[in-house]
């Protein structure tokens, strides 16, 4: 079994900065694909920035400039560096893998989220 644990969420102010982490630990034999979404109270869920294996980046048009994706594959670790934060950027933040398991065929794994608050 493979387990995504988030930290770093947290109450901010306009303009203010947070560093999202996130570890996945269990029989994992390597980690693919990586990600961060989110999902502001009464809308859909969406990908702010994604990262491969070999580290190219993705994100979302309104985060471009302002949020750094990066991971540690020695640790199975991915992070978000948000600067500049904007009160619509209040979400629950969830972390992403795509896992190649040790004895059963890769999967999705979702970690259970932490909240992130700019208040104005």
């Known amino acids: 079994q493979v387990q995504l644990v988030e930290s770093g969420g947290g109450l901010v102010q306009a303009g203010g900065s947070l560093r999202l982490s996130c570890a996945a630990s269990g029989s994992i034999a390597s980690i693919g694909s990586m990600a961060w979404y989110r999902q502001a109270p009464g809308k859909q869920r969406e990908l702010v920035a994604r990262?491969?294996?070999?580290?190219?980046?993705d994100y979302l048009g309104s985060v471009l400039g302002r949020f750094t994706i990066s991971r540690d594959n020695a640790k199975n670790m991915v992070y978000l560096r948000m600067n500049s934060l904007k009160p619509e950027d209040t979400a629950a933040y969830y972390c992403?893998?795509?896992?190649?398991?040790?004895?059963?065929?890769?999967?999705?794994?979702w970690g259970q989220g932490t909240q992130v608050t700019v208040s104005s």
């Open positions: 990262i491969s294996s070999s580290g190219s980046t």
């Open positions: 992403y893998a795509f896992v190649y398991l040790r004895t059963t065929p890769p999967r999705d794994y």
